[in-house]
């Protein structure tokens, strides 16, 4: 199966500093990727769907300057928190598919646990 | 809008017993259904989805959903309860947007 790899797969930072979290799509295109956040013991909230080339569209309640999305390419996509603060410590998802070419299945990254200190 | 309940925050069933997770959904066009399993630490594996093709489903590692559209329901089942299954499973339902909406998971516990 399609295989999504997200780096680093665990970031402790200070606050204030910013953090990039990469989704890699290993063996295919991804024209669209979702990034994802889960609390502790809760379920995945969407944050932003990105689509290659163009702005990410982000959903009710997220910061869109503070969680900065980038999708420059068919197999890379970028969140980075900017600006971070303790609050902002939880689990990143990605997600990516080709939807483009039919394929409406979500692969699902490893995840990110991001530490704020 | 769309909407995603599974009952039951936490399941214990014992090794070889079924497995039976609820899940309920609210969707006003025919949705597109999943289940993800997720191990400690871990992303999201697709365990199975339904596309409006056949109404049971089976998915990988044994398990197997159906869907009834008259219940709004898609159970996730398994006859044989494994250690291996101890995780959290999230039921999701998407529309044709491919926003995917995870319910709150549940928790299965095997005992031996």
């Known amino acids: 199966g399609a295989v999504v790899s997200q780096h680093p797969s665990w970031v402790i930072c200070k606050s204030g500093t910013s953090v990039k979290i990469e989704c890699r799509s290993l063996?295919?295109?991804?024209?669209?990727m979702f990034w994802y956040r889960q609390f502790p013991k809760q379920s995945l909230m969407l944050m932003a769907t990105?689509?290659?080339?163009?702005?990410?569209?982000?959903e009710q309640g997220v910061e869109k300057d503070k969680f900065l999305i980038n999708h420059a390419s068919l197999t890379l996509s970028t969140l980075t928190v900017t600006s971070a603060h303790p609050e902002d410590s939880s689990f990143y998802i990605c997600s990516a598919s080709n939807l483009a070419g039919g394929e409406d299945t979500q692969y699902f990254g490893p995840g990110t646990r991001l530490t704020v200190l | 809008a769309q909407s995603v309940t599974q009952l039951g925050s936490h399941v214990s069933v014992s090794e070889g017993a079924l497995v039976l997770l609820r899940c309920n959904y609210s969707s006003s066009v025919p949705p597109y259904l999943f289940w993800y399993v997720q191990y400690p630490n871990q992303g999201l594996q697709l365990l199975l989805k339904?596309?409006?093709?056949?109404?049971l489903v089976k998915g990988i590692n044994g398990f197997e959903a159906e869907f009834k559209k008259s219940e709004t329901s898609f159970h996730l089942t398994k006859p044989s309860a494994h250690m291996s299954d101890a995780a959290e499973y999230f039921c999701a339902v998407s529309d044709r947007d491919d926003k995917i909406i995870f319910g709150k998971g549940t928790r299965l516990h095997i005992l031996p």
């Open positions: 339904y596309t409006s093709a056949a109404t």
């Open positions: 063996d295919f295109q991804a024209t669209t």
């Open positions: 990105s689509n290659e080339g163009s702005k990410a569209t982000y």
